[in-house]
Every structure is written in structure tokens, then in C-alpha cells.
């Protein structure tokens, strides 16, 4: 063990632990060959991470990222665990250490001795393929060998679905059920320290806390799940509303408007993002009713009485006249959200006209 300072109180810390938990970085993992990401000189400094979008709809993004990852293979492959894993290694066996939560994707710590099920990879694993969309496990080598002779990982043999290393890509979404858990511990069970010793603390489940109606009591309930039903859906729409706007700022209209010396602001506000909304109302009037219909996963995570419930329990049931009523419901919403979005057309660009 080196000399440097800090080491002896770690070990004391962990001497005295009753419980602890380890958690890794790409730091541990250099001294077995593998080079990070992010520091200078890393994987990101040097070529444009590909975003899980991309690999989806592009087979020459597919392409490109699995000629990335065959040619990193030979150093995973070498990699062997150094003496950061074996350390850690050694304390789960001891019992002191719980777990062991990783950044990498390397597996070390799985090579290292550690049992699969005491190791939480946050950004998945390298060292396999899985199907994204039944789950079938691919082997490196045997895709690799498909690649050299094919130029092409071919797609899942059960399902047709892509094939890709079982790690994590940038724009690779959090399940809601999972991030609507982790809010629940963080703001219900544990609670946010504020300043002057308050603590913002919410409720996780449920509408009310008592029968009689108190709004504020109601507001706090709706918090959670309304974070999560808008975060899930402000990463779509910020997603299209860019590639909207990039696309309408190229055009004549808005060079004029900035020739004329409107300034950028204005430019952007009232002249660009008017137009730039026609293909995000669209989307907005397509998921509009599914709000609705309900969230079924966000709705039973918060215990919330909402109509994804009311549809699942009444299937449950073969309760045939709710749920005529509710597909009833659901179909005129489509219908009227439909023609809120081409009324909305014709207010955002006049030259669309109905007659
Ligand atoms: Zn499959």
C-alpha cells in the first residue's frame, strides 16, 4: 500500500465500516491498459461519441460504432485485473464491502473474482452484445469474425432486432419506471436539505393525505409524477425542436430579417420558431391523448388512481362497457387533438389555408 496520504484513513474508515460500498471510475482500470474517456488525450477527445439515435437509424453509424469497438478489442481483451480490483476483490470476500457500483464497461471486476450479482455497471458492459430488443446475448468474438468476413454486424438471429455491445450509448434513454424510483428516494424518502434547516421533503405516493380537499396538499402530490411524465417528453421535443430550428434558420427569410437589423432575439423568437413549430405541433397532437389515456407505469409507481390504471383493472375484468367508454374517449381525442393541430398550422404559417 503506497504512503500517500489519505490511504491510512480510508483503510481505518473501512476497518470501521459497518456496511460500505465501492464505487469505481476509468481511473482504476488505466493501470490494466484501458484508456478513459473523458480526460485529455481520451476516447472523447479524439472522435465524436455516436448518439443511440444515430446507431438506431443509421446502418453506417451501426457500422462505424462496432469498427470502433472491434478495433478496441484487443486491448479489452488483454486487460487483465490490476491490483485496484483485486483489492476490491479481496474486501467483498471479507464481507466489509456490500457492493460494488462501476463506471466501467471493462468487466475487470467481474474477471477479478467478484460475483456477478454484487456488481451494478451504471454504463452497462463491453465485453458482450445483447439484442435491444429481446435481450439475446452475443459473443465479441463470434460478431467480430461475421464483421471481418461481412463488413456488417448482422441483426439478431431470433428477432431481427440490432445488435449492440450491452452497454449504454449517450441519448440512450433511463426507463420511467427506474428514474421515478430514484426520485422517490431521493425527494420521499430521504429528502433535500435546503438552507436554514429546512428540507424539502414530497410524498410518493398517492393524491391526497387526507378526504377533504386541500390544493396545496394535492399540488404536492402531483409533483413527482409530473416531473417525470415532462422530463420523458421535453427529451423528445427539445430533440426535434432543434432540428427544426437548424433547419429553419438556414433559410432566405431569416438572413433577411437579420439584414433588415431585426435583432437575433427577435429573429429567432418571432420569425424562426413560429415556423419551426409545425413539426412539433404534429407531435404534440399524437401524444397529446396519450397523456390522457394514461401512463400506465408512472401512474402505478405513484399509486395514482388515473385512467392507465382504470383501462389495465377494467381488462383485468372484462369490464366491456368501460372500456368501450374509454376507447370511446381516447378515439375522439385523437380526433379532436388532430384538429387542434391543423387549426394550429394555419395560426403559425398563414400561407396554409383550408378551403
Ligand atoms: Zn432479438
Known sequence: MSDKPGTAELARLIAEAKRAVVFTGAGIST????????????????????YFDEFLASEAARRETWRRRFAMEDVFKAAEPNRGHRAVDALVRRGQVAAVITQNIDGLHEASGIPRDRIIELHGNTTYATCLDCGQRYE????????????AVPPCSEC??????????????MPVFFFA??????????????????KLQLP?????????FILADRLRHLVLPTVVLSLLFIAQY??????????VIRTDYMRTAAAKGVSRTAVI???GLKNALIPLVTIIALTLPGLVAGAVVTETIFAWPGMGRLFINALGQFDFALLMGYMLLVSALVVFCNLLADVCYAWLDPRVKYS
Open 160 to 173: 431481427l432486432g440490432h445488435v449492440k455491445t450491452a452497454t449504454v450509448s449517450f441519448g440512450q434513454s
Open 204 to 212: 410518493s405516493a398517492g393524491i391526497s393525505e387526507s378526504d377533504t
Open 181 to 198: 424510483l430514484m426520485l422517490q428516494l431521493l425527494f420521499a424518502v430521504y429528502g433535500v436539505p435546503l438552507p436554514f434547516g429546512y
Open 140 to 151: 465479441i468474438a463470434d460478431l467480430r469474425a461475421v464483421f471481418e468476413r461481412t463488413g
Open 31 to 50: 493501470e490494466s491498459g484501458i484508456p478513459d474517456f473523458r480526460s485529455p488525450g481520451g476516447i472523447w477527445t479524439q472522435m465524436a461519441p455516436i
Open 238 to 247: 427539445s430533440r426535434f425542436m432543434r432540428s427544426s430550428m437548424l433547419e
Open 269 to 271: 423568437l418571432k420569425h
